[in-house]
T-cell receptor
């Protein structure tokens, strides 16, 4: 079993819908939780960075962390065709050697 | 500010041939990473540098892969000899803070 599990999708939604993405993990040492967006043939770019449990909002993006359930989520409101990409969750922690472990990514397609 | 620069973007080689990838991180970023990303999967860490020191190379296949980071700035990743299974995208990233990685566009390797 992988340390970080993520549904590969693809997830197809109409423009304007809410996109809901999530990851589960098994290593309780993870403290920092990130979401990266990766366009085709590009490197990943950091979208959201959260520490421990709770919510964080940045524009149309909301990240949630539930450490008790080992479950993190990313919500994209008012989705746009330009949001079509692969979304990767990633996590690390000092007790995990500060090694960043990625999920496999979820491919999202927002249709106009 | 310039981002992480990688070259070459694409490389096609015959198996058993050598190949090298070069990375120039963001100025001032002490931490440099090399990741490998297979199609449809998340990036997997090969090696992490803090300045010139390789602090995590546990996932680097040392029989054929080598890396160096001279003067704590640029880095090269070498594969010799390449195998069919090495076909992947090799991503370089740099960071100031754990988890906040900035990636280059990657070097796509095809081994025939």
């Amino acid at each position: 079993q992988k340390e970080v599990e993520q549904d590969p999708g693809p997830l197809s939604v109409p423009e304007g819908a809410i996109v809901s993405l999530n990851c589960t993990y098994s290593n309780s040492a993870f403290q920092y939780f990130m979401w990266y967006r990766q366009y085709s043939r590009k490197g990943p770019e950091l979208l959201m960075y959260t520490y421990s449990s709770g919510n964080k909002e940045d524009g149309r993006f909301t990240a949630q962390v539930d450490k008790s359930s080992k479950y993190i989520s990313l919500f994209i409101r008012d989705s746009q065709p330009s949001d079509s990409a692969t979304y990767l969750c990633a996590m690390s922690g000092e007790a995990a050697g500060n090694k960043l472990t990625f999920g496999g990514g979820t491919r999202v397609l927002v249709k106009p | 500010e310039a981002g992480v620069v990688q070259s070459p973007r694409y490389k096609i080689i015959e198996k058993k041939q050598p190949v090298a990838f070069w990375c120039n991180p963001i100025s001032g970023h002490n931490t440099l990473y090399w990741y490998r990303q297979n199609l449809g999967q998340g990036p997997e860490l090969l090696i992490r540098y803090e300045n010139e020191e390789a602090v995590d190379d546990s996932q680097l296949p040392k029989d054929r892969f080598s890396a160096e980071r001279l003067k704590g700035v640029d880095s090269t990743l070498k594969i010799q000899p390449a195998e069919l299974g090495d076909s992947a995208v090799y991503l370089c990233a740099s960071s100031l803070h754990p988890g906040e990685l900035f990636f280059g566009e990657g070097s796509r390797l095809t081994v025939l």
